[in-house]
């Protein structure tokens, strides 16, 4: 009873203790995820051991047994010399610069790979030697294999290329080998990424060559798309414009018509004029009704001059003299009507001159 209340508080006073010392970290370097053997001795059983966070230990006993702690604490532990291993367990982050291998075309390759690592099981490295040069083999041996099993162009070529294989087949790849890999099955590999590649100098600066040919020959092509389209907008617009000086002429010629048949047909109501002139005897009634209707004759002549909507200064200046000649005439007809149609016939000169002389424009 007395041993075992000695015990107690033997293991009361060494936790007391060791929970007030603060572990020192741990020096782990890139290469390292565990420590070189170091030794410590247990004077009496039981003993306090001291962990930083994230860390685990392997410590093999006297007879060589080996145990995993992955947190600290007192620990029954017998007395006698005992070894002591630290193992990482954080996120680590390692990037494997331009591994390069030869495609199956015979051309270099170069891939810049990145892995986020952890220790998933620190008692599966108890085995291997270099757990960490382990991994690092095994990953820059599957990416040095998958380029030797595909074209230049697979791996190099435009992401827009159905050859062009994207990054995700080549993590996959690398994922698959560190799985199927039994020394490597302490490790989790939480992320891979594919940070770079390189192809042959030679090849990608052919590649630059045939770019800038490519853009050279679409400048051109474009140029004289758009040459071919200004050529052919000329040629649409100086039909059009034929066509409008074919209309024009057609216009013309229909006015000039037009036109000629006014005076032809003034020239009659002139005539007729003059034959009303020499019959002195003939009935007022009738004298008034021949007025009229020339009156009506001469004001529709007027406006369908007018509407043909082109002039030239001859036949404009013969209408104006035979109109001018018509009302001279039409009141030379009977004197004695004079009185009468004076108003009328006046007002209806100043409506021909009105409506065939030219505005002047302001």
Not at 236 to 251: P, S
Not at 271 to 284: A, F, N, S, V, Y
Not at 327 to 345: I, T, Y
């Given at each position: 009873m007395a041993q075992e209340d000695n015990r107690s508080f033997a293991r009361t006073w060494k936790e007391f203790w060791g929970r007030r010392r603060v572990p020192e970290p741990i020096p782990f370097t890139e290469t390292s995820i565990m420590t070189q053997p170091g030794t410590f001795r247990v004077g009496t059983p039981g003993c306090y051991l001291p962990l930083p966070s994230m860390t685990a230990a392997i410590v093999t006993s006297p007879t060589g047994h080996k145990q995993v702690f992955m947190e600290g604490g007192y620990k029954e532990l017998q007395e006698g010399a005992y070894t002591i291993q630290y193992v990482d367990l954080s996120e680590r982050f390692t990037t494997f610069s331009r591994i390069a291998a030869s495609t199956t075309d015979g051309y270099e390759v170069s891939l810049t790979v990145s892995i986020t690592y952890k220790i998933n099981d620190p008692s599966l490295i108890i085995p291997i030697s270099s757990p960490l040069q382990t991994l690092f083999t095994v990953c820059t041996g599957a990416i040095k294999n998958y380029i030797a099993t595909h074209r230049h162009a697979e791996l190099i070529g435009e992401k827009g290329n159905e050859n062009y294989i994207s990054d995700y087949y080549i993590i996959e790849h690398i994922r698959e080998q560190i799985a199927f890999n039994q020394t490597c099955r302490a490790f989790w590999v939480m992320d891979v990424?594919?940070?770079?590649?390189?192809?042959?100098?030679?090849?990608?600066?052919?590649?630059?060559?045939?770019?800038?040919?490519?853009?050279?020959?679409?400048?051109?092509?474009?140029?004289?798309?758009?040459?071919?389209?200004?050529?052919?907008?000329?040629?649409?617009?100086?039909?059009?414009?034929?066509?409008?000086?074919?209309?024009?002429?057609?216009?013309?010629?229909?006015?000039?018509?037009?036109?000629?048949?006014?005076?032809?047909?003034?020239?009659?109501?002139?005539?007729?004029?003059?034959?009303?002139?020499?019959?002195?005897?003939?009935?007022?009634?009738?004298?008034?009704?021949?007025?009229?209707?020339?009156?009506?004759?001469?004001?529709?002549?007027?406006?369908?001059?007018?509407?043909?909507?082109?002039?030239?200064?001859?036949?404009?200046?013969?209408?104006?003299?035979?109109?001018?000649?018509?009302?001279?005439?039409?009141?030379?007809?009977?004197?004695?009507?004079?009185?009468?149609?004076?108003?009328?016939?006046?007002e209806l000169g100043s409506t021909i001159i009105n409506l065939i002389t030219p505005k002047k424009k302001k």
């Open positions: 990424v594919i940070v770079e590649r390189q192809g042959n100098p030679e090849i990608n600066r052919l590649k630059q060559v045939r770019l800038v040919q490519a853009n050279q020959n679409l400048t051109q092509e474009e140029n004289i798309i758009q040459q071919q389209e200004i050529a052919e907008q000329r040629r649409k617009l100086e039909l059009a414009n034929a066509e409008q000086e074919r209309r024009i002429l057609e216009l013309r010629a229909e006015s000039e018509a037009i036109q000629s048949e006014i005076l032809e047909r003034t020239n009659r109501l002139r005539i007729e004029l003059e034959t009303l002139r020499k019959l002195p005897d003939m009935q007022h009634e009738q004298t008034l009704r021949k007025i009229d209707a020339l009156e009506k004759a001469l004001e529709a002549l007027t406006k369908a001059y007018i509407a043909s909507g082109f002039s030239s200064g001859a036949n404009e200046g013969k209408l104006i003299e035979s109109f001018s000649k018509s009302l001279a005439e039409v009141q030379s007809v009977a004197p004695q009507v004079l009185s009468e149609r004076s108003k009328s016939v006046n």
